[in-house]
Structure formats: C-alpha cells, structure tokens
C-alpha cells in the first residue's frame, strides 16, 4: 500500500533533479495529493492520458530591438481537469535540430534564463496551459529555431517554433581584396557593420529575393557558399541549376573567404548629402555629423535599400571606406538591371557624396 507511492515519489525527484527518463511506454503514471484530512492520501491512477504539445507551424518574424512572443500551449488527450505539476524547458536549435543552447527552464511560476537570455527570456503563461516565451530587446543572434519542451513526470512532448528576423543579406569584402577573411575575421567584419554573419536560411531567403552574388562568403554554421541565379562558367558551371552553391564546412583559422553579412530592419533612416567638389572620407564624416547624424554603415544602406526603398543614382562614402549607391529602380546609367547596392570598393583618392545615416 505505502511502498509504490514512495517508489513513485523518488522516481518525479529524480526525474526533476537529473535528465529525463530515457525511455517512454505511452503511458504514464498520474500522481494526485488528496489533501483532506491530515492523512495526506497519496493515490496513483493509471490513466493513459497523452500530453500535446502545440507550436505555430509559420514562422514568428520580428526584427531587431523589438520583443517577441514564441507560443506554445500544450493539453492533454483526454483532457485532465486538475492541475498539473509540470516543467518547460525553451532551448534553442541549430539548423540540424541539435540543441545549439538552454534559454530557460520553469518548475511552475519559477524560472531561470541562460547565457545571454539572461534578463531577456521570460515565460508567458497567461492562458490556461500556457508555456509561451517572450525574448525582449531581440538580438540579430536570436533568429533560429526554438524547442518548446513539456515534462510531465514520465511525459516528456515538445515542438518547434522558428523565429525569423527581418533583415537583408550583403556580401562583404574587405578593402585589401577578395577571399582575405578566415570565418572569425567573417564575423568580425560582420560585426563592424553592425550585422552578424548571415545563416544558411538567411542566404537561401535572399536569394529567393534575387541575390547573385559570384564569391563565395562564411556563414554563421562555418559552412562557405554563394547564391547564384544565373546558371555561368566562372560561378560553378552552366550544368548547374540555379542554387546555393556550396564549398561545405571550411576551416575556420586556415581557410580565407568573404562574408555574407546579415543586417536588420532599420530604426533610423538613411540620407544622402553631398558638396559640389565632393569631398574626402574624412570631411565626408564630418559633415554627416554637422547634420546631427554618422556616416552609414553598409549594413544600414542595404537595410534603408531593401526596407525604405532607397534610390540614389549618386555614389557616396560609408563608414568603412567603402563608396557606393542603392538602387531599388534600375535605369540607364545606374549599373546593372537588376536593382541593388552598387559598390565602387574603397577608393585610395576621388571625392564623393556621404550617406548619413541618423536614428528616428
Ligand atoms: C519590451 O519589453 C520591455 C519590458 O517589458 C519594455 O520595457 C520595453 O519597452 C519593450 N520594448 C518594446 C520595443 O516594445
């Protein structure tokens, strides 16, 4: 009578403290305190009842700065009516569904965020078996896919929710050259133009977009690939279909590539200024701050191009020495056909407009 309660009991005290059972029959084991009395009657009944875990199957957008909600709801079939003792456990994938890092594990209304989901990973559980994360202050690093994970004594369910920034892909190259970045020096340059190297996901949306783009860059998985629409000999073949292609994973001290940049929507907006002569990188700065601004990064003139439609037939200098122009309608001398952000590279000399860039 006494013996498989106290079983029982060691059984959710373990299972709480250590990893989950390893396996599952499809049953599990319904533990119920009847507290009337001071007996406390402790009552185990085998009910077979199955535990759902629901996530949206579209993907949640947000953008960078903003707060999101992941939902997740879970319920039981057939449905329990009393309250249960639950855990959820939010960690984040990689693209192979492996788990890339913990955000958050709750016992009832207590719960820890990790790493750098510290003080920005809360739990929603306003509705009734409710199990929804909220991640404030979104961070470019955050796009990817999230576990919502339900443990109810041996049950153990979960599913995925896949959280996708709006941004804009840009390949990048330094001013020495092509193919001079190892993948951390990818990153880093990513990190100057206030982007992040961009995920394979990233790159496939761009080029459903219209990204053709003929150097292969890193991406974030230590993968190198480039986005070709235009099956032609130098960018993989005329045999090849239109596709990402791909040189797989490369080493990430030895080998030297150029990046593929991932930038958010923008917050600010993107301008052009210029002088009759032009002017040099350095006054070019300086005028961008006499007119309450900075100079824009490449990352916030792709942006101001893809989200603000921005059009301007005249080169300008960016913050990184680089001179180029966005295109959202092409037209007769305005570079090629297709729309896009031209570059000029990083002239030694030459005299060119700025594009400022200055928070709303
Ligand atoms: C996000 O949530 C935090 C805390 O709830 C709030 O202070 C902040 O204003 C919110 N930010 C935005 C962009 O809504």
């Not at 030297?256 to 052009?272: I, K, M, P, Q, W």
Request: aromatic share 12%; net charge neutral.
């Amino acid at each position: 009578m006494l013996l498989l309660p106290l079983l029982l009991e060691a059984t959710l005290l373990r299972l709480a403290s250590g990893s989950h059972h390893p396996f599952y029959n499809g049953f599990y084991y319904n533990h119920i305190m009847n507290d009337k009395g001071n007996g406390q009657e402790k009552v185990v009944y085998f009910n077979g009842a199955k535990l759902v875990v629901e996530t949206p199957k579209d993907p949640v957008y947000s953008s960078s700065g903003a707060n999101v909600t992941l939902p997740c709801h879970y319920h039981y079939e057939p449905d329990l009516e009393a309250k249960r003792k639950i855990r959820i456990k939010w960690s984040k994938l990689r693209d192979d569904y492996t788990k890339e890092q913990d955000v958050l594990v709750a016992i009832g209304k207590t719960y820890v965020a990790f790493g750098d989901f510290r003080g920005r990973a809360h739990l929603h559980q306003a509705g009734r078996r409710e199990a929804s994360l909220v991640v404030s202050d979104v961070r470019l690093q955050d796009d990817g896919k999230y576990r919502c994970e339900v443990i109810d004594g041996l049950e153990d369910e979960s599913n995925v929710v896949d959280l996708r920034l709006q941004g804009v892909v840009f390949p990048y190259q330094p001013p020495h050259g092509q193919y001079r970045l190892n993948f951390h020096e990818a990153e880093r340059v990513c990190q100057e133009q206030g982007a992040v190297l961009a995920t394979f996901n990233q790159l496939f949306q761009a080029w459903t977009e219209g990204l053709d783009w003929c150097n292969a860059g890193w991406l974030a998985d230590g993968t190198v690939q480039y986005p070709i629409r235009l099956p032609r000999k130098p960018c993989g073949g005329l045999h090849l279909a239109p596709g990402i292609r791909s040189y797989g994973p490369r080493h990430r001290h030895l080998h030297r590539f150029d990046a593929f940049c991932f930038s958010s929507a923008l917050r600010g907006e993107v301008f052009y200024l210029d002088r009759p002569a032009g002017m040099t990188l350095e006054e070019a700065k300086q005028s961008c701050q006499d007119a309450g601004a900075e100079i824009a990064s490449v990352g916030q003139l792709y942006s101001a191009w893809k989200f603000l439609g921005l059009d301007r037939c005249d080169a300008g200098w960016l913050a990184d020495g680089s001179v180029r122009y966005p295109i959202a309608k092409p037209r007769a001398n305005c570079g090629p056909l297709e729309p896009g952000v031209r570059s000029y590279g990083f002239p030694s000399k030459g005299r060119f407009g700025v594009f400022c860039y200055k928070e709303r």
